[in-house]
């Protein structure tokens, strides 16, 4: 054998070796892409379902509920499209399961006039936050109309600010049961503040504005009556630790997946 040939029997096997790592590395790199594409997917549909659960347990606007959850569906299913073939969550068995969901939406049990604590506060303000961003991106899907978003964003608006002002009103009753004026009244004020900052207008905003200022005005004269004590909304038994879908009763334990 020439040395020409006998370079060419060695190079030949070693250049196809190489042309097949290099092949079977971009076909993974290429996999690798699809899932992390696919978690991105997932992760939006874990995040908005978990939006979903908190505005179940805490009001009952049947309609944007079951839009959200159609969301919900259809990112999982995304998700479940994008895996790369082979994987185990790409077998062909539905990933998510809205019925459970459909049911508790229809069971409408959700009602939460006030929230537990500042934290849960925040945590309702994140969620809302995220159903709200749902709803303008399904405007531009054209999934939902203009006009039906704009009826949605204002009622969940009008029903986040009801429960802000409610709860700092209910920990400000709780302060004023203990004589503590200057916390009662800091709390007061906060829920006067959302009210006069909030730009949508509706009948019973000026009528709320009065009655806080009442009870501040209260604090200083010994006036002890109240409408409604929102206070002992605060003092109820504690919730179950969970509920029929796995959610803690304290919604700002991280969910699990």
Request: glycine content about 6%; proline content about 4%; charged content about 30%.
């Amino acid at each position: 054998m020439s040395a020409i040939g006998l370079v060419i029997a060695i190079a030949l096997p070693v250049a196809l070796a190489l042309f097949g790592l290099v092949f079977a590395g971009r076909k993974q790199q290429a996999k690798d892409s699809q899932r992390a594409q696919a978690r991105l997917v997932r992760q939006s549909a874990d995040d908005l379902l978990e939006a979903l659960e908190f505005l179940i347990l805490v009001d009952n606007f049947k309609e944007v509920q079951f839009v959200i959850l159609d969301r919900v569906d259809h990112l999982y299913g995304l998700y479940q499209e994008g895996l790369p073939k082979g994987d185990s969550d790409a077998s062909g068995v539905p990933f998510f399961d809205p019925e459970p969901y459909r049911g508790k939406i229809e069971a409408g049990k959700g009602s939460r006039r006030i929230f537990k604590s500042d934290r849960e506060l925040r945590l309702a303000r994140r969620m809302f936050g995220r159903v709200l961003k749902t709803l303008a991106v399904l405007v531009k899907k054209k999934v939902i109309s203009e006009t039906a978003m704009l009826e949605y964003r204002r009622y969940l608006r009008l029903t986040l600010l009801e429960r802000e002002v409610d709860t700092y009103t209910a920990q400000g009753d709780v302060a004023a049961g203990r004589g503590d004026v200057i916390t009662a009244t800091n709390y007061y004020k906060a829920a006067k503040k959302l009210l006069i900052e909030f730009d949508l207008q509706y009948p019973e905003k000026n009528e709320r504005i009065r009655a806080l200022s009442s009870r501040t005005a209260s604090l200083y004269n010994g006036g002890q009556e109240r409408e409604d004590n929102l206070a002992k909304a605060l003092s109820k038994e504690a919730e179950p630790e969970t509920d029929v879908f796995g959610i803690p009763s304290n919604p700002t334990e991280k969910r699990k997946y």
